[in-house]
């Protein structure tokens, strides 16, 4: 056998070939990509299975997907500094507004969507477009417990006892732990009758979680109400868990989960293909069927039978907060929890 | 002086170790990348720690006088340190003897020993942590078999506990412990042993007089990376320990990433490594002078 001799000018021919072909693949690909932030699990998972396919489809757009929560996806894109590691952002209302306080995305064009008038009004604004809504009240395992009524049952025998708890990292938390608060005297900016309340009652409280971690502590008995979000509850409903979810007398809470262009992003077209995409009919009916249970905003879509509402409008009458004087405080409000909560 | 000089033995010739480049060199990668990746970072961890407000403008201590002013904060540092203290004592309990038993198995059982140590390294600590909550939860197997044993009458609560918390870390942790100590055991002269038991030494007081004195190096660097991890372990503490439990890492997490305000999280990332610091140097103390006895 005769040893293969690789002179240099050989190395440099097939180094070129290769790097050409490589050329090559990238023009069959001339559409591009968009690389989206997006929440791990459930969002990822239903990213994956109809986001992916569709965009694909009718855009030519591949959708590279990194997983990271809300505030990983600011801290990430405020420490990279103008070159940020994603091209969309997907977050909640907080987090949303410390991007446009720290001028973290690019200025959002919303009559490029082809979609717009199927959105409900004021669901897209210069910094980004709704993309889908939460709605939060109390899930209780009806087997174990009476029927709660309002956000004050939680710190009441019998549900006290088997209450499972987040602190304030979370939107849902967050919003929660105000509403409670205002049944006992309080309001969006002042938590402190919360802290009165759940001083009286810590000791009964069952657990006080990871906000990760609550699911499981939910499908494992060690807490049989919380308050949560109507996709949890679907959720571990699918997965067979006894649990219903409850709007509270004084109303259920919504916020909106947005998308959002990273400054700096050099794959801006592919972000509004991608947004267009996702707030589509097909796609977001797609997202609202379990095991997603997203809650759509597209007006075609016809909302499932299990949601706390029949119509979009419907949500207008649900109760709303102001993250822009939350945020501030929210750093104080962590520190208290700690401090009032930790053993 | 070298080992063989010691012993006596005259040995050839070799340069002086300065005069030597291949041998430091080798070191080259680890040292560039220990740099770039490591110290780097760590500088600039130190400057952000110098300044006052949370958008990194006003150079100040504010936050270093905010956190070591605060008997809050201590006592979280405490907690931490004393959450590698009772991991580090509860491995060591548990995994001296596994050990022993080790030493005294033959070869096709040491085999099966290590693979069974090394075996929980294998599956994420993500997966062994959430697997916790199915053993400790109020219908956690512990609590249905305690229950169904009659020994007590209404569920124990173990998660988020601090004693939950080490027993699970304790499981988490233990392969870091046994690998240094199984790797010495395995490299001791079982003579020495025999030798003990022939100048008629009990097996205790060949325990106490041979064994561990020579596997201490072991051990010691077994409770120095257990106690490094097990303060550190974020995922385990925050899913265990919940909210109920604050330990530094959980607080570096908040102000990082839910917060923003970087000039607190440095700060108490460099409480953490000076006080995880502090407890491996303390170990490493408590084995030398044991060593010195010994």
Same mark, same amino acid.
């Given at each position: ?45 239903a990213f994956r299975a109809h986001v992916v396919p569709i965009l694909k489809k009718t855009h030519d757009v591949d959708l590279e997907m990194t997983p990271l929560f809300a505030v990983d996806q ?41 979609? #717009? ?36 049952? #939680? ?32 309001? =969006? ?7 009165? =309340? ?113 119509? #979009? ?31 | ?32 990348? %220990? ?24 150079? $100040? ?11 809050? %904060? ?5 907690d931490t340190v004393k959450l590698g203290f009772f991991t580090v004592v509860a491995t060591a309990l548990i995994g001296y003897p596994l050990a022993l038993v080790y030493l005294g198995a033959g ?10 140590? *090394? ?13 916790? *909550?199915?053993?400790? $939860? ?28 080490? *027993? ?13 100590l199984l790797s010495v055991m395995s490299r001791m002269d079982p003579n020495l042993r025999d030798a003990s038991a022939g100048l008629g030494a009990s097996k205790w007081r060949t325990l106490f007089? *041979? ?75 408590? $084995?030398?002078?044991?060593?010195? %006895?010994?």
């Amino acid at each position: 056998m005769t040893p293969i001799r690789l002179t240099r000018r050989h190395f440099l021919i097939s180094a070129a070939a290769t790097y050409g072909a490589t050329m090559l693949g990238g023009l069959a690909h001339a559409k591009g990509s968009v690389t989206a932030a997006m929440y791990p699990g459930t969002w990822e998972d239903a990213f994956r299975a109809h986001v992916v396919p569709i965009l694909k489809k009718t855009h030519d757009v591949d959708l590279e997907m990194t997983p990271l929560f809300a505030v990983d996806q600011i801290a990430k894109a405020q420490a990279a500094r103008g070159a940020p590691p994603f091209d969309a952002f997907v977050l909640d209302p907080g987090p949303r507004v410390t991007g446009i306080e720290r001028g973290l995305f690019d200025k959002f064009d919303a009559k490029r969507l082809t979609n #717009l008038a199927k959105l409900p009004a004021g669901a897209a604004d210069e910094s980004g477009v709704t993309v889908a809504a939460q709605v939060v009240g109390i899930g209780y395992n009806p087997k174990k417990l009476p029927r709660p009524k309002s956000w004050t049952d #939680l710190l009441k025998d019998p549900w006290v006892s088997s209450l499972g708890m987040t602190g304030f990292q979370t939107t849902y938390g967050t919003v929660s732990i105000i509403e409670i608060a205002k049944q006992f005297g309080g309001s =969006e900016t002042n938590v402190e009758p919360f802290f009165v =309340e759940i001083k009286k009652v810590l000791s009964k409280v069952a657990a006080i979680g990871a906000p990760a971690s609550m699911p499981s502590l939910f499908q494992q008995g060690q807490c049989d109400i919380t308050y949560t979000n109507t996709q949890t509850v679907a959720t571990l409903r699918g997965r067979g868990v006894d649990i219903e979810f409850v709007k509270p007398q004084s109303g259920a809470v919504a916020f909106f989960t947005t998308m959002h262009i990273a400054k700096g992003s050099k794959e801006i077209e592919n972000a509004y293909k991608y947004f267009d995409t996702v707030v589509s009919a097909p796609v977001q009916s797609a997202l609202m069927q379990p095991p997603n249970n997203f809650i759509p905003v597209n007006r075609d879509v016809k909302l499932a039978a299990d949601l706390p509402m029949t119509s #979009l409008d419907e949500m207008a009458k649900f109760v709303r907060h102001d993250w822009s004087k939350i945020n501030p405080l929210r750093a104080g409000w962590i520190e208290r929890f700690n401090k009032e909560v930790a053993k | 002086m070298t080992p063989a000089a010691r012993a006596g033995v005259s040995s050839p010739w070799r340069p002086p170790a300065v005069m030597r480049p291949a041998e430091w060199q080798l070191a080259l990668p680890l040292a560039v990348a %220990y740099a770039a990746f490591f110290l780097v970072p760590l500088g600039l961890l130190i400057v952000v720690s110098a300044f006052d407000d949370e958008k990194i403008t006003t150079v $100040g201590f504010a936050q270093w006088r905010k956190f070591l002013g605060d008997p809050f %904060y201590w006592k979280v540092i405490l907690d931490t340190v004393k959450l590698g203290f009772f991991t580090v004592v509860a491995t060591a309990l548990i995994g001296y003897p596994l050990a022993l038993v080790y030493l005294g198995a033959g070869p096709r059982w040491q085999r099966v020993i290590l693979f069974v140590v *090394i075996l929980p390294l294998l599956t994420s600590v993500v997966v062994r942590t959430f697997a916790w *909550i199915v053993i400790l $939860g109020r219908e956690g197997v512990i609590n249905q078999s305690l229950l169904w044993l009659g020994l007590v009458p209404a569920p124990l609560r173990l998660l988020q506990t601090e004693h939950g918390l080490v *027993i699970a870390l304790t499981q988490i942790e233990m392969p870091l412990l046994l690998l240094p100590l199984l790797s010495v055991m395995s490299r001791m002269d079982p003579n020495l042993r025999d030798a003990s038991a022939g100048l008629g030494a009990s097996k205790w007081r060949t325990l106490f007089r *041979i064994t561990l004195p020579l596997s201490l190096p072991g051990l010691v660097a077994g409770c120095m990376l257990v106690f490094a991890s097990s303060t550190t372990a974020f995922i385990s503490q925050f899913v265990i320990g919940g909210n109920r439990l604050v330990y530094l890492p959980l607080l570096i997490w908040q102000q990082s990433l839910v917060v923003y305000n970087w000039p607190l999280a440095a700060v108490t990332a460099l409480t953490l490594l000076v006080s995880v610091g502090l407890g491996v140097a303390a170990i490493a103390a408590v $084995g030398r002078r044991r060593r010195a %006895y010994a």
